[in-house]
């Protein structure tokens, strides 16, 4: 039987680190969530966790993960709650917790039908859409001959500095991860200069493409084709919805929409960066 709210408001809220992967999981799989391992990994060390342990013993309560890029954004991600402790305000504790850690960082998640109306009411907005597709890639509709090859070592340094220029920001403790944590790295190049790069990681039985920056629409078709050539498994990606020409091209090539988020900023009219050549991030928990 769940605890009375009285109880639940004293209980203290913790910081959760690498060691914490396996509770977030089962969190993550008691709300009828993927158990991700792999992502809630890299979330876990490269942000700053927080959850609140049941005192029965049994794993997490609530939990939620924050990426920061320095005093300009954080992203918040994984906001969970155990099922048994649903709509008893616990949610809304740790949120408010994070924003009190967060001091005036400006703040971004991805939010779902369900938590948006919360997140409304802490003050976040929403700025834009994110249209999750997933599928089987079948090449039915043809990618432009813009060149791809796989990155190498050398690259990351310019993979870097095309980032910071999207983004907006310095995310090189994320970027600098992609290489052992994807198990497919890319970049477009023309006349020596790199003009685009997509990775595509392993989330349960998918590939997942993010993230994905490219110089023009046919540049990110070129990579994601070519992640798609590169494995078996089915892909899945975010792709914000002004991008609409490159989600009708996803379609047609068999991936087919599954959800669609609601992309919402705190203390800040929009995200920093280019939009136009931000076509999809790493995931939405990181904003």
Not at 95 to 107: C, F, K, Q
Request: aromatic share 6%; glycine share 8%; hydrophobic share 45%.
């Amino acid at each position: 039987m769940p605890i009375s709210p009285s109880p639940l408001a004293q209980l203290p809220i913790r910081r959760l680190g690498v060691d914490d992967l396996l509770a977030c999981a089962d969190l993550s799989e008691n709300r009828g969530w993927p158990r991700e391992e792999h992502k809630w990994g890299l979330l876990l060390a490269a942000g700053t966790g927080y959850g609140i342990d049941d005192p029965s013993g049994t794993g997490l309560i609530t939990c939620s993960v924050v990426t920061s890029y320095g005093p300009g954004l954080a992203a918040i991600g994984m906001v969970l709650v155990a099922e048994r402790y649903a709509r008893q305000g616990v949610g809304r504790r740790l949120m408010e917790h994070v924003l009190a850690e967060a001091g005036d960082t400006p703040l971004t998640l991805h939010a779902t039908p369900y938590g948006q109306p919360l997140y409304e009411q802490l003050g976040f907005t929403e700025t834009g859409r994110a249209e999750m597709v997933r599928g089987r890639f079948t090449f039915a509709a043809p990618a432009p001959a813009v060149p791809v090859r796989p990155a190498t070592a050398e690259d990351l340094q310019a993979i870097l500095r095309l980032d910071h220029e999207v983004f907006g920001l310095d995310r090189t403790h994320v970027i600098t991860r992609l290489p052992a944590f994807a198990d497919h790295l890319r970049v477009a190049e023309e006349d020596g200069e790199i003009t685009g790069f997509a990775a595509a990681w392993p989330n349960m039985d998918t590939h997942v493409v993010g993230p994905l920056i490219a110089r023009d629409p046919a540049t990110a078709r070129a990579l994601i084709a070519s992640l798609a050539a590169a494995t078996d498994r089915p892909l899945r990606t975010d792709i914000d919805v002004r991008h609409s020409a490159l989600l009708s091209w996803v379609k047609e090539n068999g991936l087919d929409a599954v959800a669609s988020n609601a992309v919402m900023v705190r203390s800040l009219p929009d995200l920093p960066g280019d939009w136009r050549r931000r076509f999809a991030p790493l995931t939405v928990a990181a904003g």
